[in-house]
């Protein structure tokens, strides 16, 4: 049944799927360190506090950020707030710094945009990891979801793949939150199915979360042999593996950040994408979200979010 949510509901889904991002990277990050095994956070051992979050947090923010001042996707706007508050400590790749330092430098974002990947555009997994907070922001319309998610994107990713990942994963948090708030929670192979519908045929997205609608019940490693786990930093490498562990863990925040943490790779972006979709289904604090515990573990979002 068509719904139409008012501004103070939509802030607060982003906000929960926000928190389930920056959770998952800031957790997922700890995992690049020495001597940590996936086996200890099974085991529920936590690494020391404070986890710092990286780039996909820091951009994330931006997204939300501007969501909330302007209630929609202002291109010129969320551009300008990347390349303002980009923090090369953050561990953006060398892609992404460059096509920020360019923005910063004045250069128009389409122009900037367009000079990664030797001028093909970034078809990355970095629009894909910041896009959640918007998708449960729009819950109310898959159409809309796709739309904004798609510019959300094309600021930073010119390539078709890159854009179809942040749709990709935009739309499975939409559908998260709204299975949230209508109190059906869909079948992992229906949720898969649903995002691969707003995705385009000939993108390596889409043919990836195909094969994830396949792979419902196998183990985590087998998924990640299949999908890829984000080493590649593609979204194609990416989300559909998260898509996966989102739909197969869309009532257990900790089994899907566990999940991503499992299969390796790309670990902080994994986490991250996979944690905005359930944190858009689960919340904060409630039986399967994200453990008050842990979101006390993570550093602080930055005061400009609000």
Known sequence: MPFTLYAQARTA?????????????????????PGRRPADLAAGRLPDPVWEWTDDTEMACSVFAELVRAGRVDRDALAAAFADRC???RGYGPGAFTVLRLIRGGTPWPVAAATAFDGQGSLGNGAAMRVAPLGAYFADSVTETAAQAAASAEVTHAHPDGIAGAVAVAVAAALAARARLDGRRPSATDLVAAVAAAVDRASPVRRGLDRAG????????????????????????????????????????PAAVRACVEAGGDVD??????????AAHTGVGTPGGVPDAWLAAREPLPDWVG
């Open 214 to 253: 396949t792979l419902v019940g196998r183990p985590v490693a087998e998924a990640a042999y299949e999908l890829g786990n984000g080493s590649r930093v593609t979204a194609g490498d990416t989300v559909p593996f998260t898509v996966w562990v989102a739909a197969r863990h869309l009532d257990d925040y």
């Open 13 to 33: 889904l982003a906000r929960d799927s926000l928190a389930g991002l920056s959770v998952g990277d800031a957790l997922g990050a700890q995992f690049f360190v």
């Open 269 to 278: 972006t994994t986490a991250a994408i996979a944690g905005g979709i359930v």
């Open 87 to 89: 923090e090369p400590n």
